[in-house]
């Protein structure tokens, strides 16, 4: 079946613009993660929804950062006024939270989105 | 404060040895471990999940420890093959949050 999917692969920006990423999860699934890698470095968690809302923003790293999810299914998060600092691979990732909370965390990511602010 | 560490230096072995991989943490409450692969430019692939109160868990070739008194997990991968080569990413579930803490990762190289 159709994993996680993300949009664009690559985006190149200028510093100052805004930009959207896209997160389709797995069907299904209502849990759905961002993530961001930067070079050499683990992942970092930026926020968690469950349905629509989302129960944990911690990550964000400041108010520049946004995200929303539609339909319990796909996801935006949005970067305004992009800093080069921005510059990483934005991970999305989607699990089941069905009656086996094993399956709550085992976590099915997407293959990111490489951001690059020049 | 709060850290997962992972040995950042590559591993490299041969063909058909054991690796062993460690993860340790401080100051966490962790109620379950992952474990993950990653592939150059890919996303993370779930391996092995190990609750608090296992010790052991084994797939395949793959066994994971979890020791909470140590805060350290080890990953082992038997029988070892040039495909095994990738980075392995530790995780964890702090009691009472979903969210995954990652370790920086440790790059295994097989060598046929």
């Known amino acids: 079946g159709a994993g996680v999917s993300q949009s664009p692969s690559n985006k190149v920006t200028e510093k100052g613009k805004d930009v959207e990423l896209r997160c389709d999860p797995i069907?299904?699934?209502?849990?759905l993660y961002w993530y961001r890698q930067s070079l050499g470095q683990g992942l970092e968690f930026l926020i968690y929804?469950?349905?629509?809302?989302?129960?944990?923003k911690s990550g964000l790293p400041s108010d520049r950062f946004s995200a929303e999810r539609t339909g319990g299914s796909v996801s935006t998060l949005t970067i305004q006024r992009t800093q080069q600092e921005d510059s990483a691979v934005y991970l999305c990732?989607?699990?089941?939270?069905?009656?086996?909370?094993?399956?709550?965390?085992?976590?099915?990511f997407g293959p990111g989105t490489r951001l690059t602010v020049l | 404060s709060q850290k997962i560490e992972q040995n950042s230096e590559a591993l490299n072995i041969q063909e058909g040895k054991t690796a062993t991989l460690t993860c340790n943490y401080t100051?966490?409450?962790?109620?379950?471990l992952q474990w993950y692969r990653q592939d150059p430019g890919r996303g993370p692939v779930f391996l092995l999940l190990?609750?608090?109160?296992?010790k052991e868990k084994r797939k395949e070739r793959l066994k994971v420890t979890f020791d909470t008194t140590l805060k350290q997990s080890l990953f082992h991968i038997t029988a070892s093959q040039p495909a095994d080569s990738a980075t392995y990413l530790c995780?964890?579930?702090?009691?009472?949050?979903?969210?995954?803490?990652f370790g920086s990762g440790t790059r295994l190289q097989v060598q046929p």
């Open positions: 190990i609750r608090e109160n296992e």
């Open positions: 069907s299904g699934h209502t849990a």
């Open positions: 929804f469950q349905g629509n809302s989302a129960p944990d």
């Open positions: 100051n966490y409450s962790p109620a379950y």
């Open positions: 995780a964890i579930h702090n009691t009472g949050r979903r969210a995954l803490t």
């Open positions: 990732a989607s699990s089941l939270a069905g009656q086996d909370r094993t399956s709550w965390y085992e976590q099915f």
